[in-house]
């Protein structure tokens, strides 16, 4: 017959699971809800002399307690209505192709009758459910022995329902559902009693919960998307559309945090302060922040490129370009133009965009240097204005022409193309 572990709902059980537990149930319990009794007095502490066969363990805790953890996790009632809906339709098909199937088998047709029950509509399985969770009725609340089976077979044909549900519909919107139907204060958990006698080997005094809550948090940024921490929302924007051009597969896979609509100041200090506060909030995806490869980036994520940062976290710069290596630079002092290895003193997003939008008037616009910052021991060094709004709306049109298949050199490309590898090494 087998040993299970189930969702207990007040009297009720539902979403068995034969010898062994469903991780997705047992990631909605704290530690804190653990219980475990024993019927023999020995010490629930000890593994080696615990009679695990005596043992009643679970994790519990409310229905109202329940509804909240699934709602933060964006179950909430009307996305679990939502899936029941399609996952009764989808039982549907299913239910009407075996019985075609029946029909053509002949004599196979009580076999089948069996085996396959028309699922019922979303409104009358929840009122089932609903009366399923309340207090059973002993046999002597019915009038007649046969009312009181009748009772009992509807609350199995519910229970079985809810099972067959499950391969249509998602566990956790299947428990929001369950729960939905249930008063704040009923008492709802995972029975893992069965899961502690002979024959199977779950260890009783082993945390459960909080260790399959774990590898779900784990598990997840194996599946999320990369998250970019730029300096601002124009570094955002080119590098997604960038992005597009340079490393199409990766659309999807890369997000570059949106700013629109937002009043965030662009700045390095503005950048790392975001990334102490992705660190704090604990986001699971793996995220990297980039800043520019100038003075001013570098003095700004010092402090926080020497802490400690979690493992799904790296700050980065713009990588170091063979083309700044060698520029025309402006010192304040003179109106003197010399060729500056810039690389870690201006390297911001417009010394990326390709040589070709850096051209101006047949030269390439020159960084202009500024305030010595003693922190990296170098200048400050930039674009003028209006030269940095000139390249920016080349940058702008070499993009739409490369939307439109009429993609210029490919080296015009490589300081932007080296931006993206690098976030996609970052992790090593």
């Known amino acids: 017959m087998g040993h299970h572990s189930y969702l207990v709902v007040g009297d009720s059980q539902f979403l068995y699971t034969r010898d062994d537990y469903n991780e997705e149930l047992a990631a909605l319990f704290n530690e804190t809800d653990r219980e475990l009794s024993v019927t023999d007095g020995s010490d629930v502490t000890s593994g080696d002399e615990l009679d695990e066969s005596a043992c009643a363990l679970g994790y519990y805790t409310t229905a109202n307690a329940l509804r909240q953890r699934l709602h933060v996790q964006g179950f909430t009632s009307s996305r679990a209505l939502a899936d029941l809906a399609e996952g009764i339709a989808q039982w549907r098909k299913t239910y009407d192709s075996q019985s075609q199937f029946r029909e053509l088998e002949g004599r196979g047709e009580r076999v089948f009758q069996t085996l396959v029950r028309r699922p019922r509509e979303p409104a009358e399985l929840l009122a089932a459910i609903g009366e399923a969770i309340r207090p059973h009725r002993s046999e002597k609340s019915f009038a007649t022995v046969q009312e009181y089976f009748q009772y009992e077979d509807e609350f199995a044909e519910t229970v079985s329902d809810v099972q067959e549900l499950r391969w249509f519909v998602g566990e956790r919107s299947l428990v929001r559902l369950i729960i939905d139907q249930a008063p704040d204060d009923t008492r709802a958990g995972l029975d893992l009693g069965e899961l502690t006698g002979c024959c199977v080997s779950l260890d009783a005094t082993q ?222």
């Open 207 to 428: 945390p459960i919960a909080g260790p399959t809550r774990e590898r779900q948090l784990a598990a997840l940024p194996d599946s999320a998307p990369l998250i970019v921490l730029t300096e601002g929302s124009t570094d955002s924007r080119l590098l997604t559309e960038a992005m597009h051009v340079t490393h199409p597969h990766l659309v999807g896979f890369v997000r570059f945090i949106d700013y629109t609509g937002t009043k965030a100041r662009g700045s390095a200090g503005a950048l790392a302060i975001m990334v102490n506060a992705f660190i704090a909030a604990g986001v699971a995806n793996r995220f990297v922040a980039i800043a520019d490869n100038d003075a001013g980036g570098h003095e700004a994520l010092a402090k926080l490129k020497r802490q400690k940062l979690p493992v799904g976290c790296q700050v980065l710069h713009y990588p170091d370009l063979p083309l700044l290596a060698s520029y025309p630079t402006v010192d304040s002092a003179s109106a003197t133009v010399s060729l500056t290895n810039v690389n870690g003193v201006a390297g911001s997003l417009e010394m990326y965009l390709g040589e070709d939008v850096l051209t101006i008037d047949g030269t390439l616009a020159p960084v202009h240097l500024g305030t010595f910052i003693p922190a990296v021991r170098c200048r400050q060094g930039a674009l003028s204005k209006s030269h940095k709004v000139l390249v920016l709306k080349a940058f702008e049109e070499k993009i739409k022409k490369a939307r439109l298949g009429q993609r210029s050199d490919t080296s015009h490309w490589s300081g932007v193309h080296a931006i993206i590898e690098g976030i996609v090494q970052a992790f090593g």
